[in-house]
Nanobody, 115 residues
Framework: QVQLVESGGGVVQPGGSLTLSCAVS????????MGWYRQAPGKERELVAT????????SYADFVKGRFTISRDNAKNTVYLQMNNLKPEDTAVYYC????????WGQGTQVTVSS
């Protein structure tokens, strides 16, 4: 069974940076598009960024464009999310999944942006 394990969250001041990691078990990872999602308290889960499996093409939600960068290391079965210039509204639990969101969700990693 495929498992998703997110890490790298924490508390950071506005304007700060964090890098999240998502380790994916199983052999399906390499050819499938992956995504980072987030869910703030009282809000629906939303898609933040995606990356394709082979070419590595990326796309971003408008609210993170220019600040976040998604990448992947297929040899390590890992997806990353580099987050710069963080804002208080970025506070949320961050999850990774297939772009389709079809896998069982992991526990996520909490990102809190606060002064």
């Amino acid at each position: 069974q495929v498992q998703l394990v997110e890490s790298g969250g924490g508390v950071v001041q506005p304007g700060g940076s964090l890098t999240l990691s998502c380790a994916v078990s199983g052999s399906i990872f390499r050819n499938l598009p992956m995504g980072w999602y987030r869910q703030a308290p009282g809000k629906e889960r939303e898609l933040v960024a995606t990356i394709t499996g082979t070419s590595g093409s990326t796309s971003y939600a408008d609210f993170v464009k220019g600040r976040f960068t998604i990448s992947r290391d297929n040899a390590k079965n890992t997806v990353y999310l580099q987050m710069n210039n963080l804002k208080p509204e970025d506070t949320a639990v961050y999850y990774c999944n297939l772009k389709s969101g079809a896998l069982p969700w992991g526990q996520g990693t909490q990102v809190t942006v606060s002064s």
